[in-house]
């Protein structure tokens, strides 16, 4: 499974914890994560191997939005920060808008991630 790992900075260590709660399904996975999301996953789970593109304000939500319209990624991951404003939230948008049209997952919370990783993981163990 191709996962993309993105959160905004108020919720990074919601993502690293939800990273290691999982980790055992994620270290068969490909996952690519936006650059400063992906380096503090890989630092605290160094078994996890992760593809890190930029940061998210420097063009890291429109490389992971490519790879889902290339078919390169299978369920998006993202943890939203709903309470921040984001200057960059028209890339947030556009990311979100493609995961819509190529009809992949996406989770934007833990509670939602929890789910489509519970399914995958029944279905890997099969």
């Not at 994620?26 to 994560?33: G, I, P, Q, S, Y």
């Not at 939230?89 to 996406?106: E, S």
Request: net charge negative; aromatic share 4%.
């Amino acid at each position: 499974m191709r996962i993309a790992l993105i959160a905004h900075d108020e919720k990074k260590d919601d993502l690293v914890a939800f990273a290691g709660a999982h980790r055992d399904f994620l270290k068969d996975c490909d996952l690519v994560a936006t650059g400063t999301t992906g380096g503090r996953v890989a630092e605290a789970w160094p078994g996890l191997t992760i593809r890190r593109l930029k940061s998210g304000p420097l063009g890291g939500d429109q490389q992971i939005g490519a790879l889902i319209a290339e078919g390169k990624v299978d369920a998006l991951i993202f943890f939203v920060d709903p309470l921040t404003p984001m200057p960059h939230d028209v890339d947030v948008k556009a990311l979100m808008r493609l995961a819509i049209v190529y009809d992949i997952p996406m989770a934007l919370n833990r509670a939602t991630a929890e789910i489509i990783l519970s399914g995958n993981e029944t279905t890997a163990r099969a």
